[in-house]
């Protein structure tokens, strides 16, 4: 039982990447998930979360129109597509099931792994300028 994040890596300013999460041993239906991510010396940040049985999105102000997250229920996976990278996106992102809503999640109160049924391993993101 376990979320398993993937898709980071190293890209350009500008460029995309698409992160993973997906679901083993357990059904992500009930849940929001959330992605987080956490810069180097930096506290960790909710940065979008799905309901998954209904697909109702939420974003933290400063990804907005360049972070889509969206859900595939065949696949039991999350995903995050981060378009126009920028350098200050660099940071490892998680990701998170629970049943805290989602406004909650993109609160610095809801990025604690305790919050949650869930978390992922991380996924590194690295982006140059």
């Known amino acids: 039982v376990q979320l398993q994040a993937s898709g980071g890596g190293l890209a350009q300013a500008g460029g995309s990447l698409r992160l993973s999460c997906a679901a083993s041993?357990?059904?992500?239906?009930?849940?929001?998930v959330g992605w987080f991510r956490q810069a180097s010396g930096k506290a960790r940040e909710g940065v979008s979360c799905?309901?998954?049985?209904?697909?109702?999105?939420y974003y933290r102000e400063s990804v907005k129109g360049r972070f889509t997250i969206s859900a595939d229920n065949a696949k039991n996976t999350v995903y995050l597509q981060i378009d126009s990278l920028k350098p200050e996106d660099t940071a490892v992102y998680y990701c998170?099931?629970?049943?805290?809503?989602?406004?909650?999640?993109?609160?610095?109160?809801?990025?604690?792994?305790?919050?949650?049924?869930?978390w992922g391993q991380g996924t590194e993101v690295t982006v140059s300028s």
């Open positions: 998170a099931a629970g049943f805290l809503n989602c406004q909650s999640q993109l609160t610095p109160a809801g990025t604690k792994t305790d919050l949650y049924y869930y």
């Open positions: 041993g357990f059904t992500l239906g009930p849940y929001a």
């Open positions: 799905i309901m998954f049985s209904s697909s109702e999105t």
